[in-house]
């Protein structure tokens, strides 16, 4: 006990000094727990120094406040081995968020205070916390009718402007844009990269501000991937937080996973529109895609070539027919109204002919006949005139002189009157044969 | 011809459906020919479009820098 000055003001009271009193603390809990404990815990915080040696806050919450909380350390020696084990079982690193199940020793030290100091860990209990959270997170999505959300997002055919989530430096990465770019077909894919961090504690919020990033340029995409490298297998709880699948699930585009793993699929390649299972694996997606959408295409060419082809044939076979047919006809016509045409001047000619000999006849028929009109004509004119010299002769006074008649001029006249005369008179009688000269001795007197 | 957005879906369903009229048999020389060219313009629009998306990119690219919320709606395929 304590000897300090002024101590009989305080005879009666135990005083210890501190050391005593922590002294006293750190034997009463060696005693009351002498042994190791298995404790069950939240991780709040985790750091490891320098020297590896690893420094932690364990909580307990109930709803969203703590009602326990006390710190814990690791030796380096432990640790090293502990967490290998833990990351072996889980395919997680030991971090803040765990739920784990330690072995510990608990100590009392004058200076540090009270800490659990960890012996040994049961990642199996880890193990089913995550599979215990991964499964509430689902039926919570479920619930929320998340789940399906992004795959009813209609794929457009040619995804062809991908907005890409990865970290810069994952190999994922760079195999994915190897196989984009070296494609055999020569397609082209236009893509952008939104850098994220895809693994530990800040893989969550950083991938959910890729995704609002994408957001903001939304019109530029077809797509988005989210990738990561395929070399570790580790740290994908990230993928199974609510926050991120919620993000995931409400995004306005499709969303295809590459994530790299083998073990189940995350919550966020749940509610992702297609899960691939590696960066590889989703741009041969994409290729792909493109290849058969190209074979349509290709297909629907070879058909029209063939089809084309077969109609033409058949129009060049009907028009080869209708020229034959045009031909024929158009030769039968032809020889047709040669014989019509022959027939024709046949019977021009001929008639012609006909005609010509009728008119012939006609004209020689009408000759003939003025002929015998003319010679009528002639032969009644020659009579006429005969007649007309007959008469004529037979009256011309040489003629009637002939006869016996005599012509009687007085005065140089004819005489027709015999009253014209007088006796004595001399008048001159002309005779066929010379003319006698006379002297009136009177007329008989006829008046 | 319209100078409507061709789409890789407009496309292949145009495509497709020129194929369905050649084969159902109905159709004339004159037209034939006027299909089987615009069939070729559609042929030859997806199959380089696969191979050339710089117009894209530049396209893409002028209006990712001109900010957020300034894309262009129709610059989606």
């Known amino acids: ?256 996973t590459g994530i790299g793993h083998e073990r189940d699929d995350t919550v966020v390649d749940t509610v992702a529109h297609t899960k691939l299972k590696t960066p590889t694996a989703v741009a041969e997606f994409l290729i792909t895609g493109m290849k058969h959408f190209e074979e349509r295409v290709l297909e629907a060419e070879r058909k029209i070539v063939r089809l084309a082809k077969e109609l033409m044939k058949e129009e060049i076979h009907r028009f080869r027919f209708i020229v034959q047919n045009f031909k024929h006809v158009l030769g039968s016509r032809l020889h047709q109204e040669n014989k019509t045409l022959e027939i024709t001047m046949h019977s021009l000619i001929h008639g012609t002919t006909q005609a010509l000999d009728a008119h012939r006849n006609r004209v020689k028929l009408t000759l003939s006949r003025i002929g015998v009109a003319l010679k009528g004509f002639f032969q009644m004119q020659d009579n006429r005139i005969r007649h007309a010299e007959q008469a004529v002769r037979l009256l011309d006074p040489i003629n009637v002189l002939k006869r016996g008649y005599s012509i009687t001029y007085f005065k140089e006249k004819a005489v027709k009157d015999g009253h014209e005369l007088k006796e004595g008179d001399i008048i001159k009688t002309r005779l066929h044969n010379g003319t006698v000269k006379s002297k009136v001795e009177g007329n008989d007197g006829e008046k | 011809m319209g100078k409507s957005k061709l789409t890789y879906a407009s496309a292949i369903d145009e495509l497709e459906s020129i194929v369905r009229e050649i084969e159902s048999g109905e159709i004339d020389v004159d037209i034939l020919t006027s299909k089987v060219k615009r069939a070729s313009e559609l042929i030859r629009y997806c199959r380089d479009s696969l191979r050339h998306t710089q117009k894209e990119v530049d396209k893409t690219l002028s209006d990712l820098e001109v900010g957020s919320g300034d894309a262009d709606p129709d610059a989606e395929e």
């Not at chain 1, 997002?153 to 195999?175: C, E, F, H, K, W």
Request: charged share 25%; aromatic share 8%.
């Open chain 1, 1 to 256: 006990m304590l000897e300090f000055p002024g101590q009989e003001a305080y005879s009666g009271l135990s005083v210890f000094s501190l050391s005593e009193l922590n002294a006293a603390i750190k034997e009463s809990i060696e005693v009351s727990f002498p042994e190791t404990l298995w404790v069950v815990a939240e991780i709040s915080e985790a750091q490891c120094n320098s020297k590896g040696h690893c420094y932690m806050e364990l909580v307990e919450r109930e709803e969203e406040s703590t009602i326990a909380q006390i710190r814990a350390n690791i030796w380096a020696s432990a640790y090293r081995s502990l967490s290998r084990k833990f990351e072996n079982a889980t395919r997680e690193k030991l971090r803040k968020g765990m739920k784990v199940l330690l072995q510990v020793n608990i100590t009392f030290h004058e200076v540090y205070g009270l800490s659990l100091n960890v012996k040994d860990i049961d990642p199996t209990y880890s193990l089913g916390e995550m599979a215990r959270k991964k499964r509430e997170t689902l039926e919570r999505l479920t619930k929320e009718g998340l789940i399906y959300l992004n795959k009813q997002i209609s794929l457009t055919m040619v995804p062809q402007r991908i907005a890409v989530v990865s970290s810069v430096t994952a190999a994922g990465y760079g195999d994915f844009i190897n196989h984009i770019e070296g494609n055999k077909y020569g397609y082209r894919i236009f893509h952008k990269l939104y850098h994220a961090v895809m693994q530990g504690e800040e893989a969550e919020a950083s991938v959910i501000s890729a995704l609002r990033a994408i957001r903001q340029e939304i019109h530029a995409y077809d797509a988005v991937v989210v990738i990561r490298g395929g070399g570790s297998q580790a740290d994908l709880s990230c993928f199974d937080a609510y926050g991120l699948a919620v993000e995931v699930a409400k995004f306005p585009l499709p969303v295809i």
